[in-house]
């Protein structure tokens, strides 16, 4: 069964064709990241139009390198809920069309489920039960995930997720939009020990709060800037980078042995992040646990993830109709109506 995904949540236009949710046939992306660069991150009536330009080239491009007919499609996927409104809209309205000329069934697919989706094209004999661990720039997230379509979350950021926070943190220091990246690549150059920031408790035990930390490292550096010397940019960046990784790994892990899981799958967009990527490998390998890491192209948002939980929302008999809203907020668990 061919399924076209379709992603635009946020700022990168996505189109993959996916057979039977496992196999990526094409895949062709438009990103506005160059555009938002100026501002310093995304501005969301850039990228709506950035989308609307993009969307019909982009769609052209992955059906043509997949060498199938648009008839040979038997179901379009697309992100529904959460991101940005106006972007969301944007892929919602193009896959309705797209659906009502073929006569083939909408699916509308949650970002995260998306996301968590990634790691079976990655995995292509994984299936749930597992613990999910979905790092991006609006969510930090660890999930029960008991079946395609079933989902407990343990625990979530109650304030900054982790890509936000590093994206704020390296805006300070100077890095371009998006600072996960920039901060990524500087990690090896500072000193990692050079600064103690604060390791911020939550009620309950596996959420994470951020907003804390990153405040203490913004403070950091504008004291040193009242005091007119030299910022330590490389040193502060290390620091920040190993707490939030060292924070962020620990809970995942113990909340993967609280809940009796021996398989933690990582994913979104800091899931590309090499330091977290090294610390959930030590930390799961001495817990027994497996770890399913996807690659680096599928961590960041794009369409051949939404085509494969696309394909398992299917078999799960989810349908949009073609009043289908999308939804700038929604719970991974709840289902479209
Ligand atoms: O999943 P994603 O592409 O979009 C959302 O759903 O939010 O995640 C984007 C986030 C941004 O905050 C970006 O800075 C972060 O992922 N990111 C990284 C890395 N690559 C992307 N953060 C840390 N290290 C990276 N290598
Ligand atoms: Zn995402």
Redesign the pocket.
């Known amino acids: 069964m061919y399924i076209l995904g379709i992603e635009s ?2 700022d ?1 236009c996505s189109i993959a064709v996916v057979r039977d949710g496992r196999e990526v046939l094409s895949q062709a992306t438009a990103s506005s990241v160059d555009e938002h660069k100026k501002f310093g991150g995304v501005v969301p009536e850039v990228a709506s139009r950035q989308h609307v330009e993009a969307i019909s080239a982009v769609c052209k491009k992955a059906v043509t390198d997949a060498n199938i007919k648009y008839s040979d499609l038997s179901a379009i996927a697309v992100t529904a809920a959460p ?1 940005l409104i106006g972007s969301l809209l944007c892929g919602l309205s193009f896959a309705k069309g797209l659906a009502y000329a073929l006569k083939i069934p909408l699916i509308p697919v949650h ?1 995260l489920r998306s ?1 968590i989706a990634a790691n079976y094209i990655a995995t292509p004999d994984l299936s749930p039960p597992f613990m999910a661990f979905v790092v ?4 930090s997230h660890i999930i029960e995930v008991s079946d395609f379509t079933e989902f407990s979350v343990v625990g979530r950021a109650i304030d900054d997720a ?3 926070a ?2 704020k943190v ?1 805006r300070v220091l100077g890095f371009p939009y ?4 920039a ?2 690549k500087i990690y090896p150059e500072g000193n990692p020990e050079a600064f103690v920031f604060p390791n911020p408790k939550t009620e309950r035990p596996f959420d994470f709060s951020f907003s804390g930390l990153k405040t203490a490292v913004i403070n950091t550096v504008h004291n040193l800037e009242q005091k007119g010397g030299e910022i330590p940019t490389k040193d502060i960046a290390s620091s920040f980078c190993h707490k939030i990784c060292s924070i962020l790994s620990d809970k995942a892990v113990a909340a993967t042995l609280h809940y009796k899981k021996d398989r933690l799958v990582l994913a ?3 899931s ?3 330091l ?1 990527r090294a610390m959930l490998l030590e930390k799961c390998a001495e817990n027994d646990i497996e770890l399913f890491l996807p690659p680096i192209s599928l ?3 794009n369409g051949a993830m939404v085509a494969a939980q696309g394909y398992f929302e299917l078999l799960g008999n989810s349908r949009g109709p073609l009043s289908q809203n999308a939804f700038a907020n929604m719970d991974i668990t709840d289902k479209f109506i």
């Open positions: 949540s946020c990168d991101g970002h996301h991006s720039g609006g969510h982790a890509g936000e590093f994206d390296a998006p600072g996960g990246v901060l990524d979104g967009g800091v590309a992040n090499s977290l961590c960041t948002d």
